[in-house]
């Protein structure tokens, strides 16, 4: 094993759509360094640049359903296997599926590493459907923002309020489907990861810098 790849850290951040996992991700990502790899910030951009994989996902996406896992283990297998990830990564959104953490396990550990630790944004269902249905982003550089409990920046010149879209698949009847979906394809991770010794949970319903400390916390545990 060499040196990079004893110092690599892949960690996963698990939990169901609207818990956070994208806003603490880019804030963990700044403060370690660690590369913020979102399958559906990807999906997201094939369908922005037009690509037929992007095109396929759309039908998925619109629907909240999930995109096939064949379809989604190939792009991120081979986003894993780039250089810039060579020192680990935080996944956002990835696995959703028991099918997705296997091939993930195996892609790692033929690589001689290993999932550090996934940590489990904790949020119930009422809190969920209050955060996705206010989540806007910026139609220009794609931050994320909550029209409630964390507004747009009216200084700002990009992230103002006229710039901000709603996604599709953030509209009610999206939401339940995408709830449902979590329940019964994504939270049987919940138990693959604890089974494995390697599931740290935190509390999701804190103001985000809150959650943000508790998740570092959950990093250094393994890190150090
Ligand atoms: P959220 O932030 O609400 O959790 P994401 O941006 O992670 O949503 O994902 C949006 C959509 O992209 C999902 O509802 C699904 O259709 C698709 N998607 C993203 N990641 C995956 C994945 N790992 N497997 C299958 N579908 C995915
Ligand atoms: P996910 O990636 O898990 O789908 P996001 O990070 O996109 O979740 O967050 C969903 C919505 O909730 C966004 O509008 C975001 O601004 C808001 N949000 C994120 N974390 C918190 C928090 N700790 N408290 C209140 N709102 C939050
Ligand atoms: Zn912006």
Redo the contacts with the bound molecule.
């Keep these: 094993m060499s040196q990079t790849d004893a110092a690599a850290l892949y960690v996963i951040l698990l939990g169901p ?2 818990a956070g ?2 806003t603490q991700a880019v804030q963990t990502a700044a403060a370690t360094g660690l590369l913020h790899l ?4 990807m ?1 997201r951009e094939h369908l922005r640049n037009g690509t037929d994989l992007g095109n396929l ?1 759309k039908t ?2 619109d629907r ?4 096939p896992d064949d379809v ?1 283990i190939s792009m991120l297998l081979e986003r894993i296997a780039r250089s810039d990830a060579q020192a680990g990564c935080l996944f ?6 028991v099918e ?1 953490a296997q091939a993930l396990d195996d892609a790692l550990s033929a690589q001689d590493d290993e999932i550090a630790v996934t940590v489990l944004i904790d949020v119930s269902n009422d809190e969920i459907t209050r955060r ?1 249905g206010g989540r806007v982003s910026c139609a220009d550089c794609g931050s994320v923002f909550h029209n409630i409990f964390n507004p747009p920046d009216e200084s700002s010149p990009c992230c103002d309020n006229v710039n901000m879209i709603q996604r599709d ?1 953030d509209k009610p009847e999206a939401i339940a489907n ?1 709830l449902q979906v979590y329940a019964d394809q994504t939270e049987p991770l919940v138990a693959y990861y604890s089974n494995a010794g390697k599931l740290s949970t935190v509390n999701g319903e804190q103001p985000p810098a809150a959650v943000g400390d508790d998740l570092l916390e959950a990093l250094q545990a393994v890190s150090s």
């Design positions: 759509p609207g996992k994208g979102s399958t559906g910030d999906f996902a998925y996406m909240g359903e999930l995109v989604t956002d959104g990835f696995p959703r599926t997705q996705l698949d995408r």
